[in-house]
């Protein structure tokens, strides 16, 4: 794929694909900074109470102050999440260890997948490595963590695994049938990674090719 049809067919929903994410994180520490400046009140009423000579409330102090601590947290992971995502284009082509860039997939889907009611599990296993695309590959596991959301309320577990010339991602659900991904992006995609998406017993099965270190 030339780097002129490489832009023009996969550079639009490239940035589309980056807007979302990066709105979805957005709205996620939105509702954490609000959490937090909402504790952060009840802790401002407390003292203000303790001033005018009421005894202050241990329980309910330690209880705002654990949330906003849980919140804090939250809020720095989804950052984490967000810094590694931003890296993804850094470099073109590289090795990737495959089950971080789906648990990374999984970090950055959590609101929609919450939204959908549906619950995202990775399978336990070891490393799988892969010579690939980060970018185009992260598009690739929202293409069908999105045919996995649209099926509706239930659990979706996501195995990855080793395979000759490469390694797959399965999506196994136990609600609605998980359609593949169709369409000219979705079929440029996956040909620019050198990959394949096929449904299969109402499973997804995601079969992703070692690519050369240029091409």
Not at 74 to 94: E, S
Not at 129 to 150: E, K
Not at 183 to 207: K, N
Request: hydrophobic share 45%; glycine share 10%; aromatic share 4%.
């Amino acid at each position: 794929m030339s780097a002129d049809l490489d832009w023009r067919t996969l550079g639009p929903t490239g940035l589309e694909y980056f807007g979302r994410m990066c709105a979805g994180v957005s709205h996620e520490l939105k509702n954490s900074l609000a959490m937090i400046n909402e504790n952060a009140g009840l802790m401002q009423d407390l003292a203000a109470l303790a001033q005018r000579g009421q005894p202050l409330d241990p329980a309910r102090l330690a209880q705002g102050m654990e949330r906003i601590a849980r919140h804090v947290q939250g809020a720095n992971a989804v950052l984490g999440a967000l810094n590694c995502f931003a890296h993804l284009p850094d470099v073109p082509r590289r090795p990737v260890e495959l089950r971080g860039e789906v648990a990374l997939a999984l970090a950055l889907h959590r609101r929609q997948a919450s939204q959908a009611q549906v619950e995202l599990a990775l399978a336990p296993g070891g490393e799988v490595s892969l010579s690939s695309r980060p970018f185009l590959l992260a598009q690739a596991l929202d293409l069908c963590l999105r045919a996995a959301l649209a099926a509706g309320p239930g659990r979706v577990e996501l195995a990855v695994e080793q395979a000759p010339g490469g390694a797959v991602v399965s999506f196994s659900g136990a609600g609605a049938p998980l359609a593949a991904p169709e369409g000219p992006e979705a079929g440029a995609l996956l040909a620019a990674l050198g990959a394949r998406c096929t449904g299969q017993d109402g499973a997804l099965r995601l079969t992703l090719a070692h690519l050369p270190a240029t091409f």
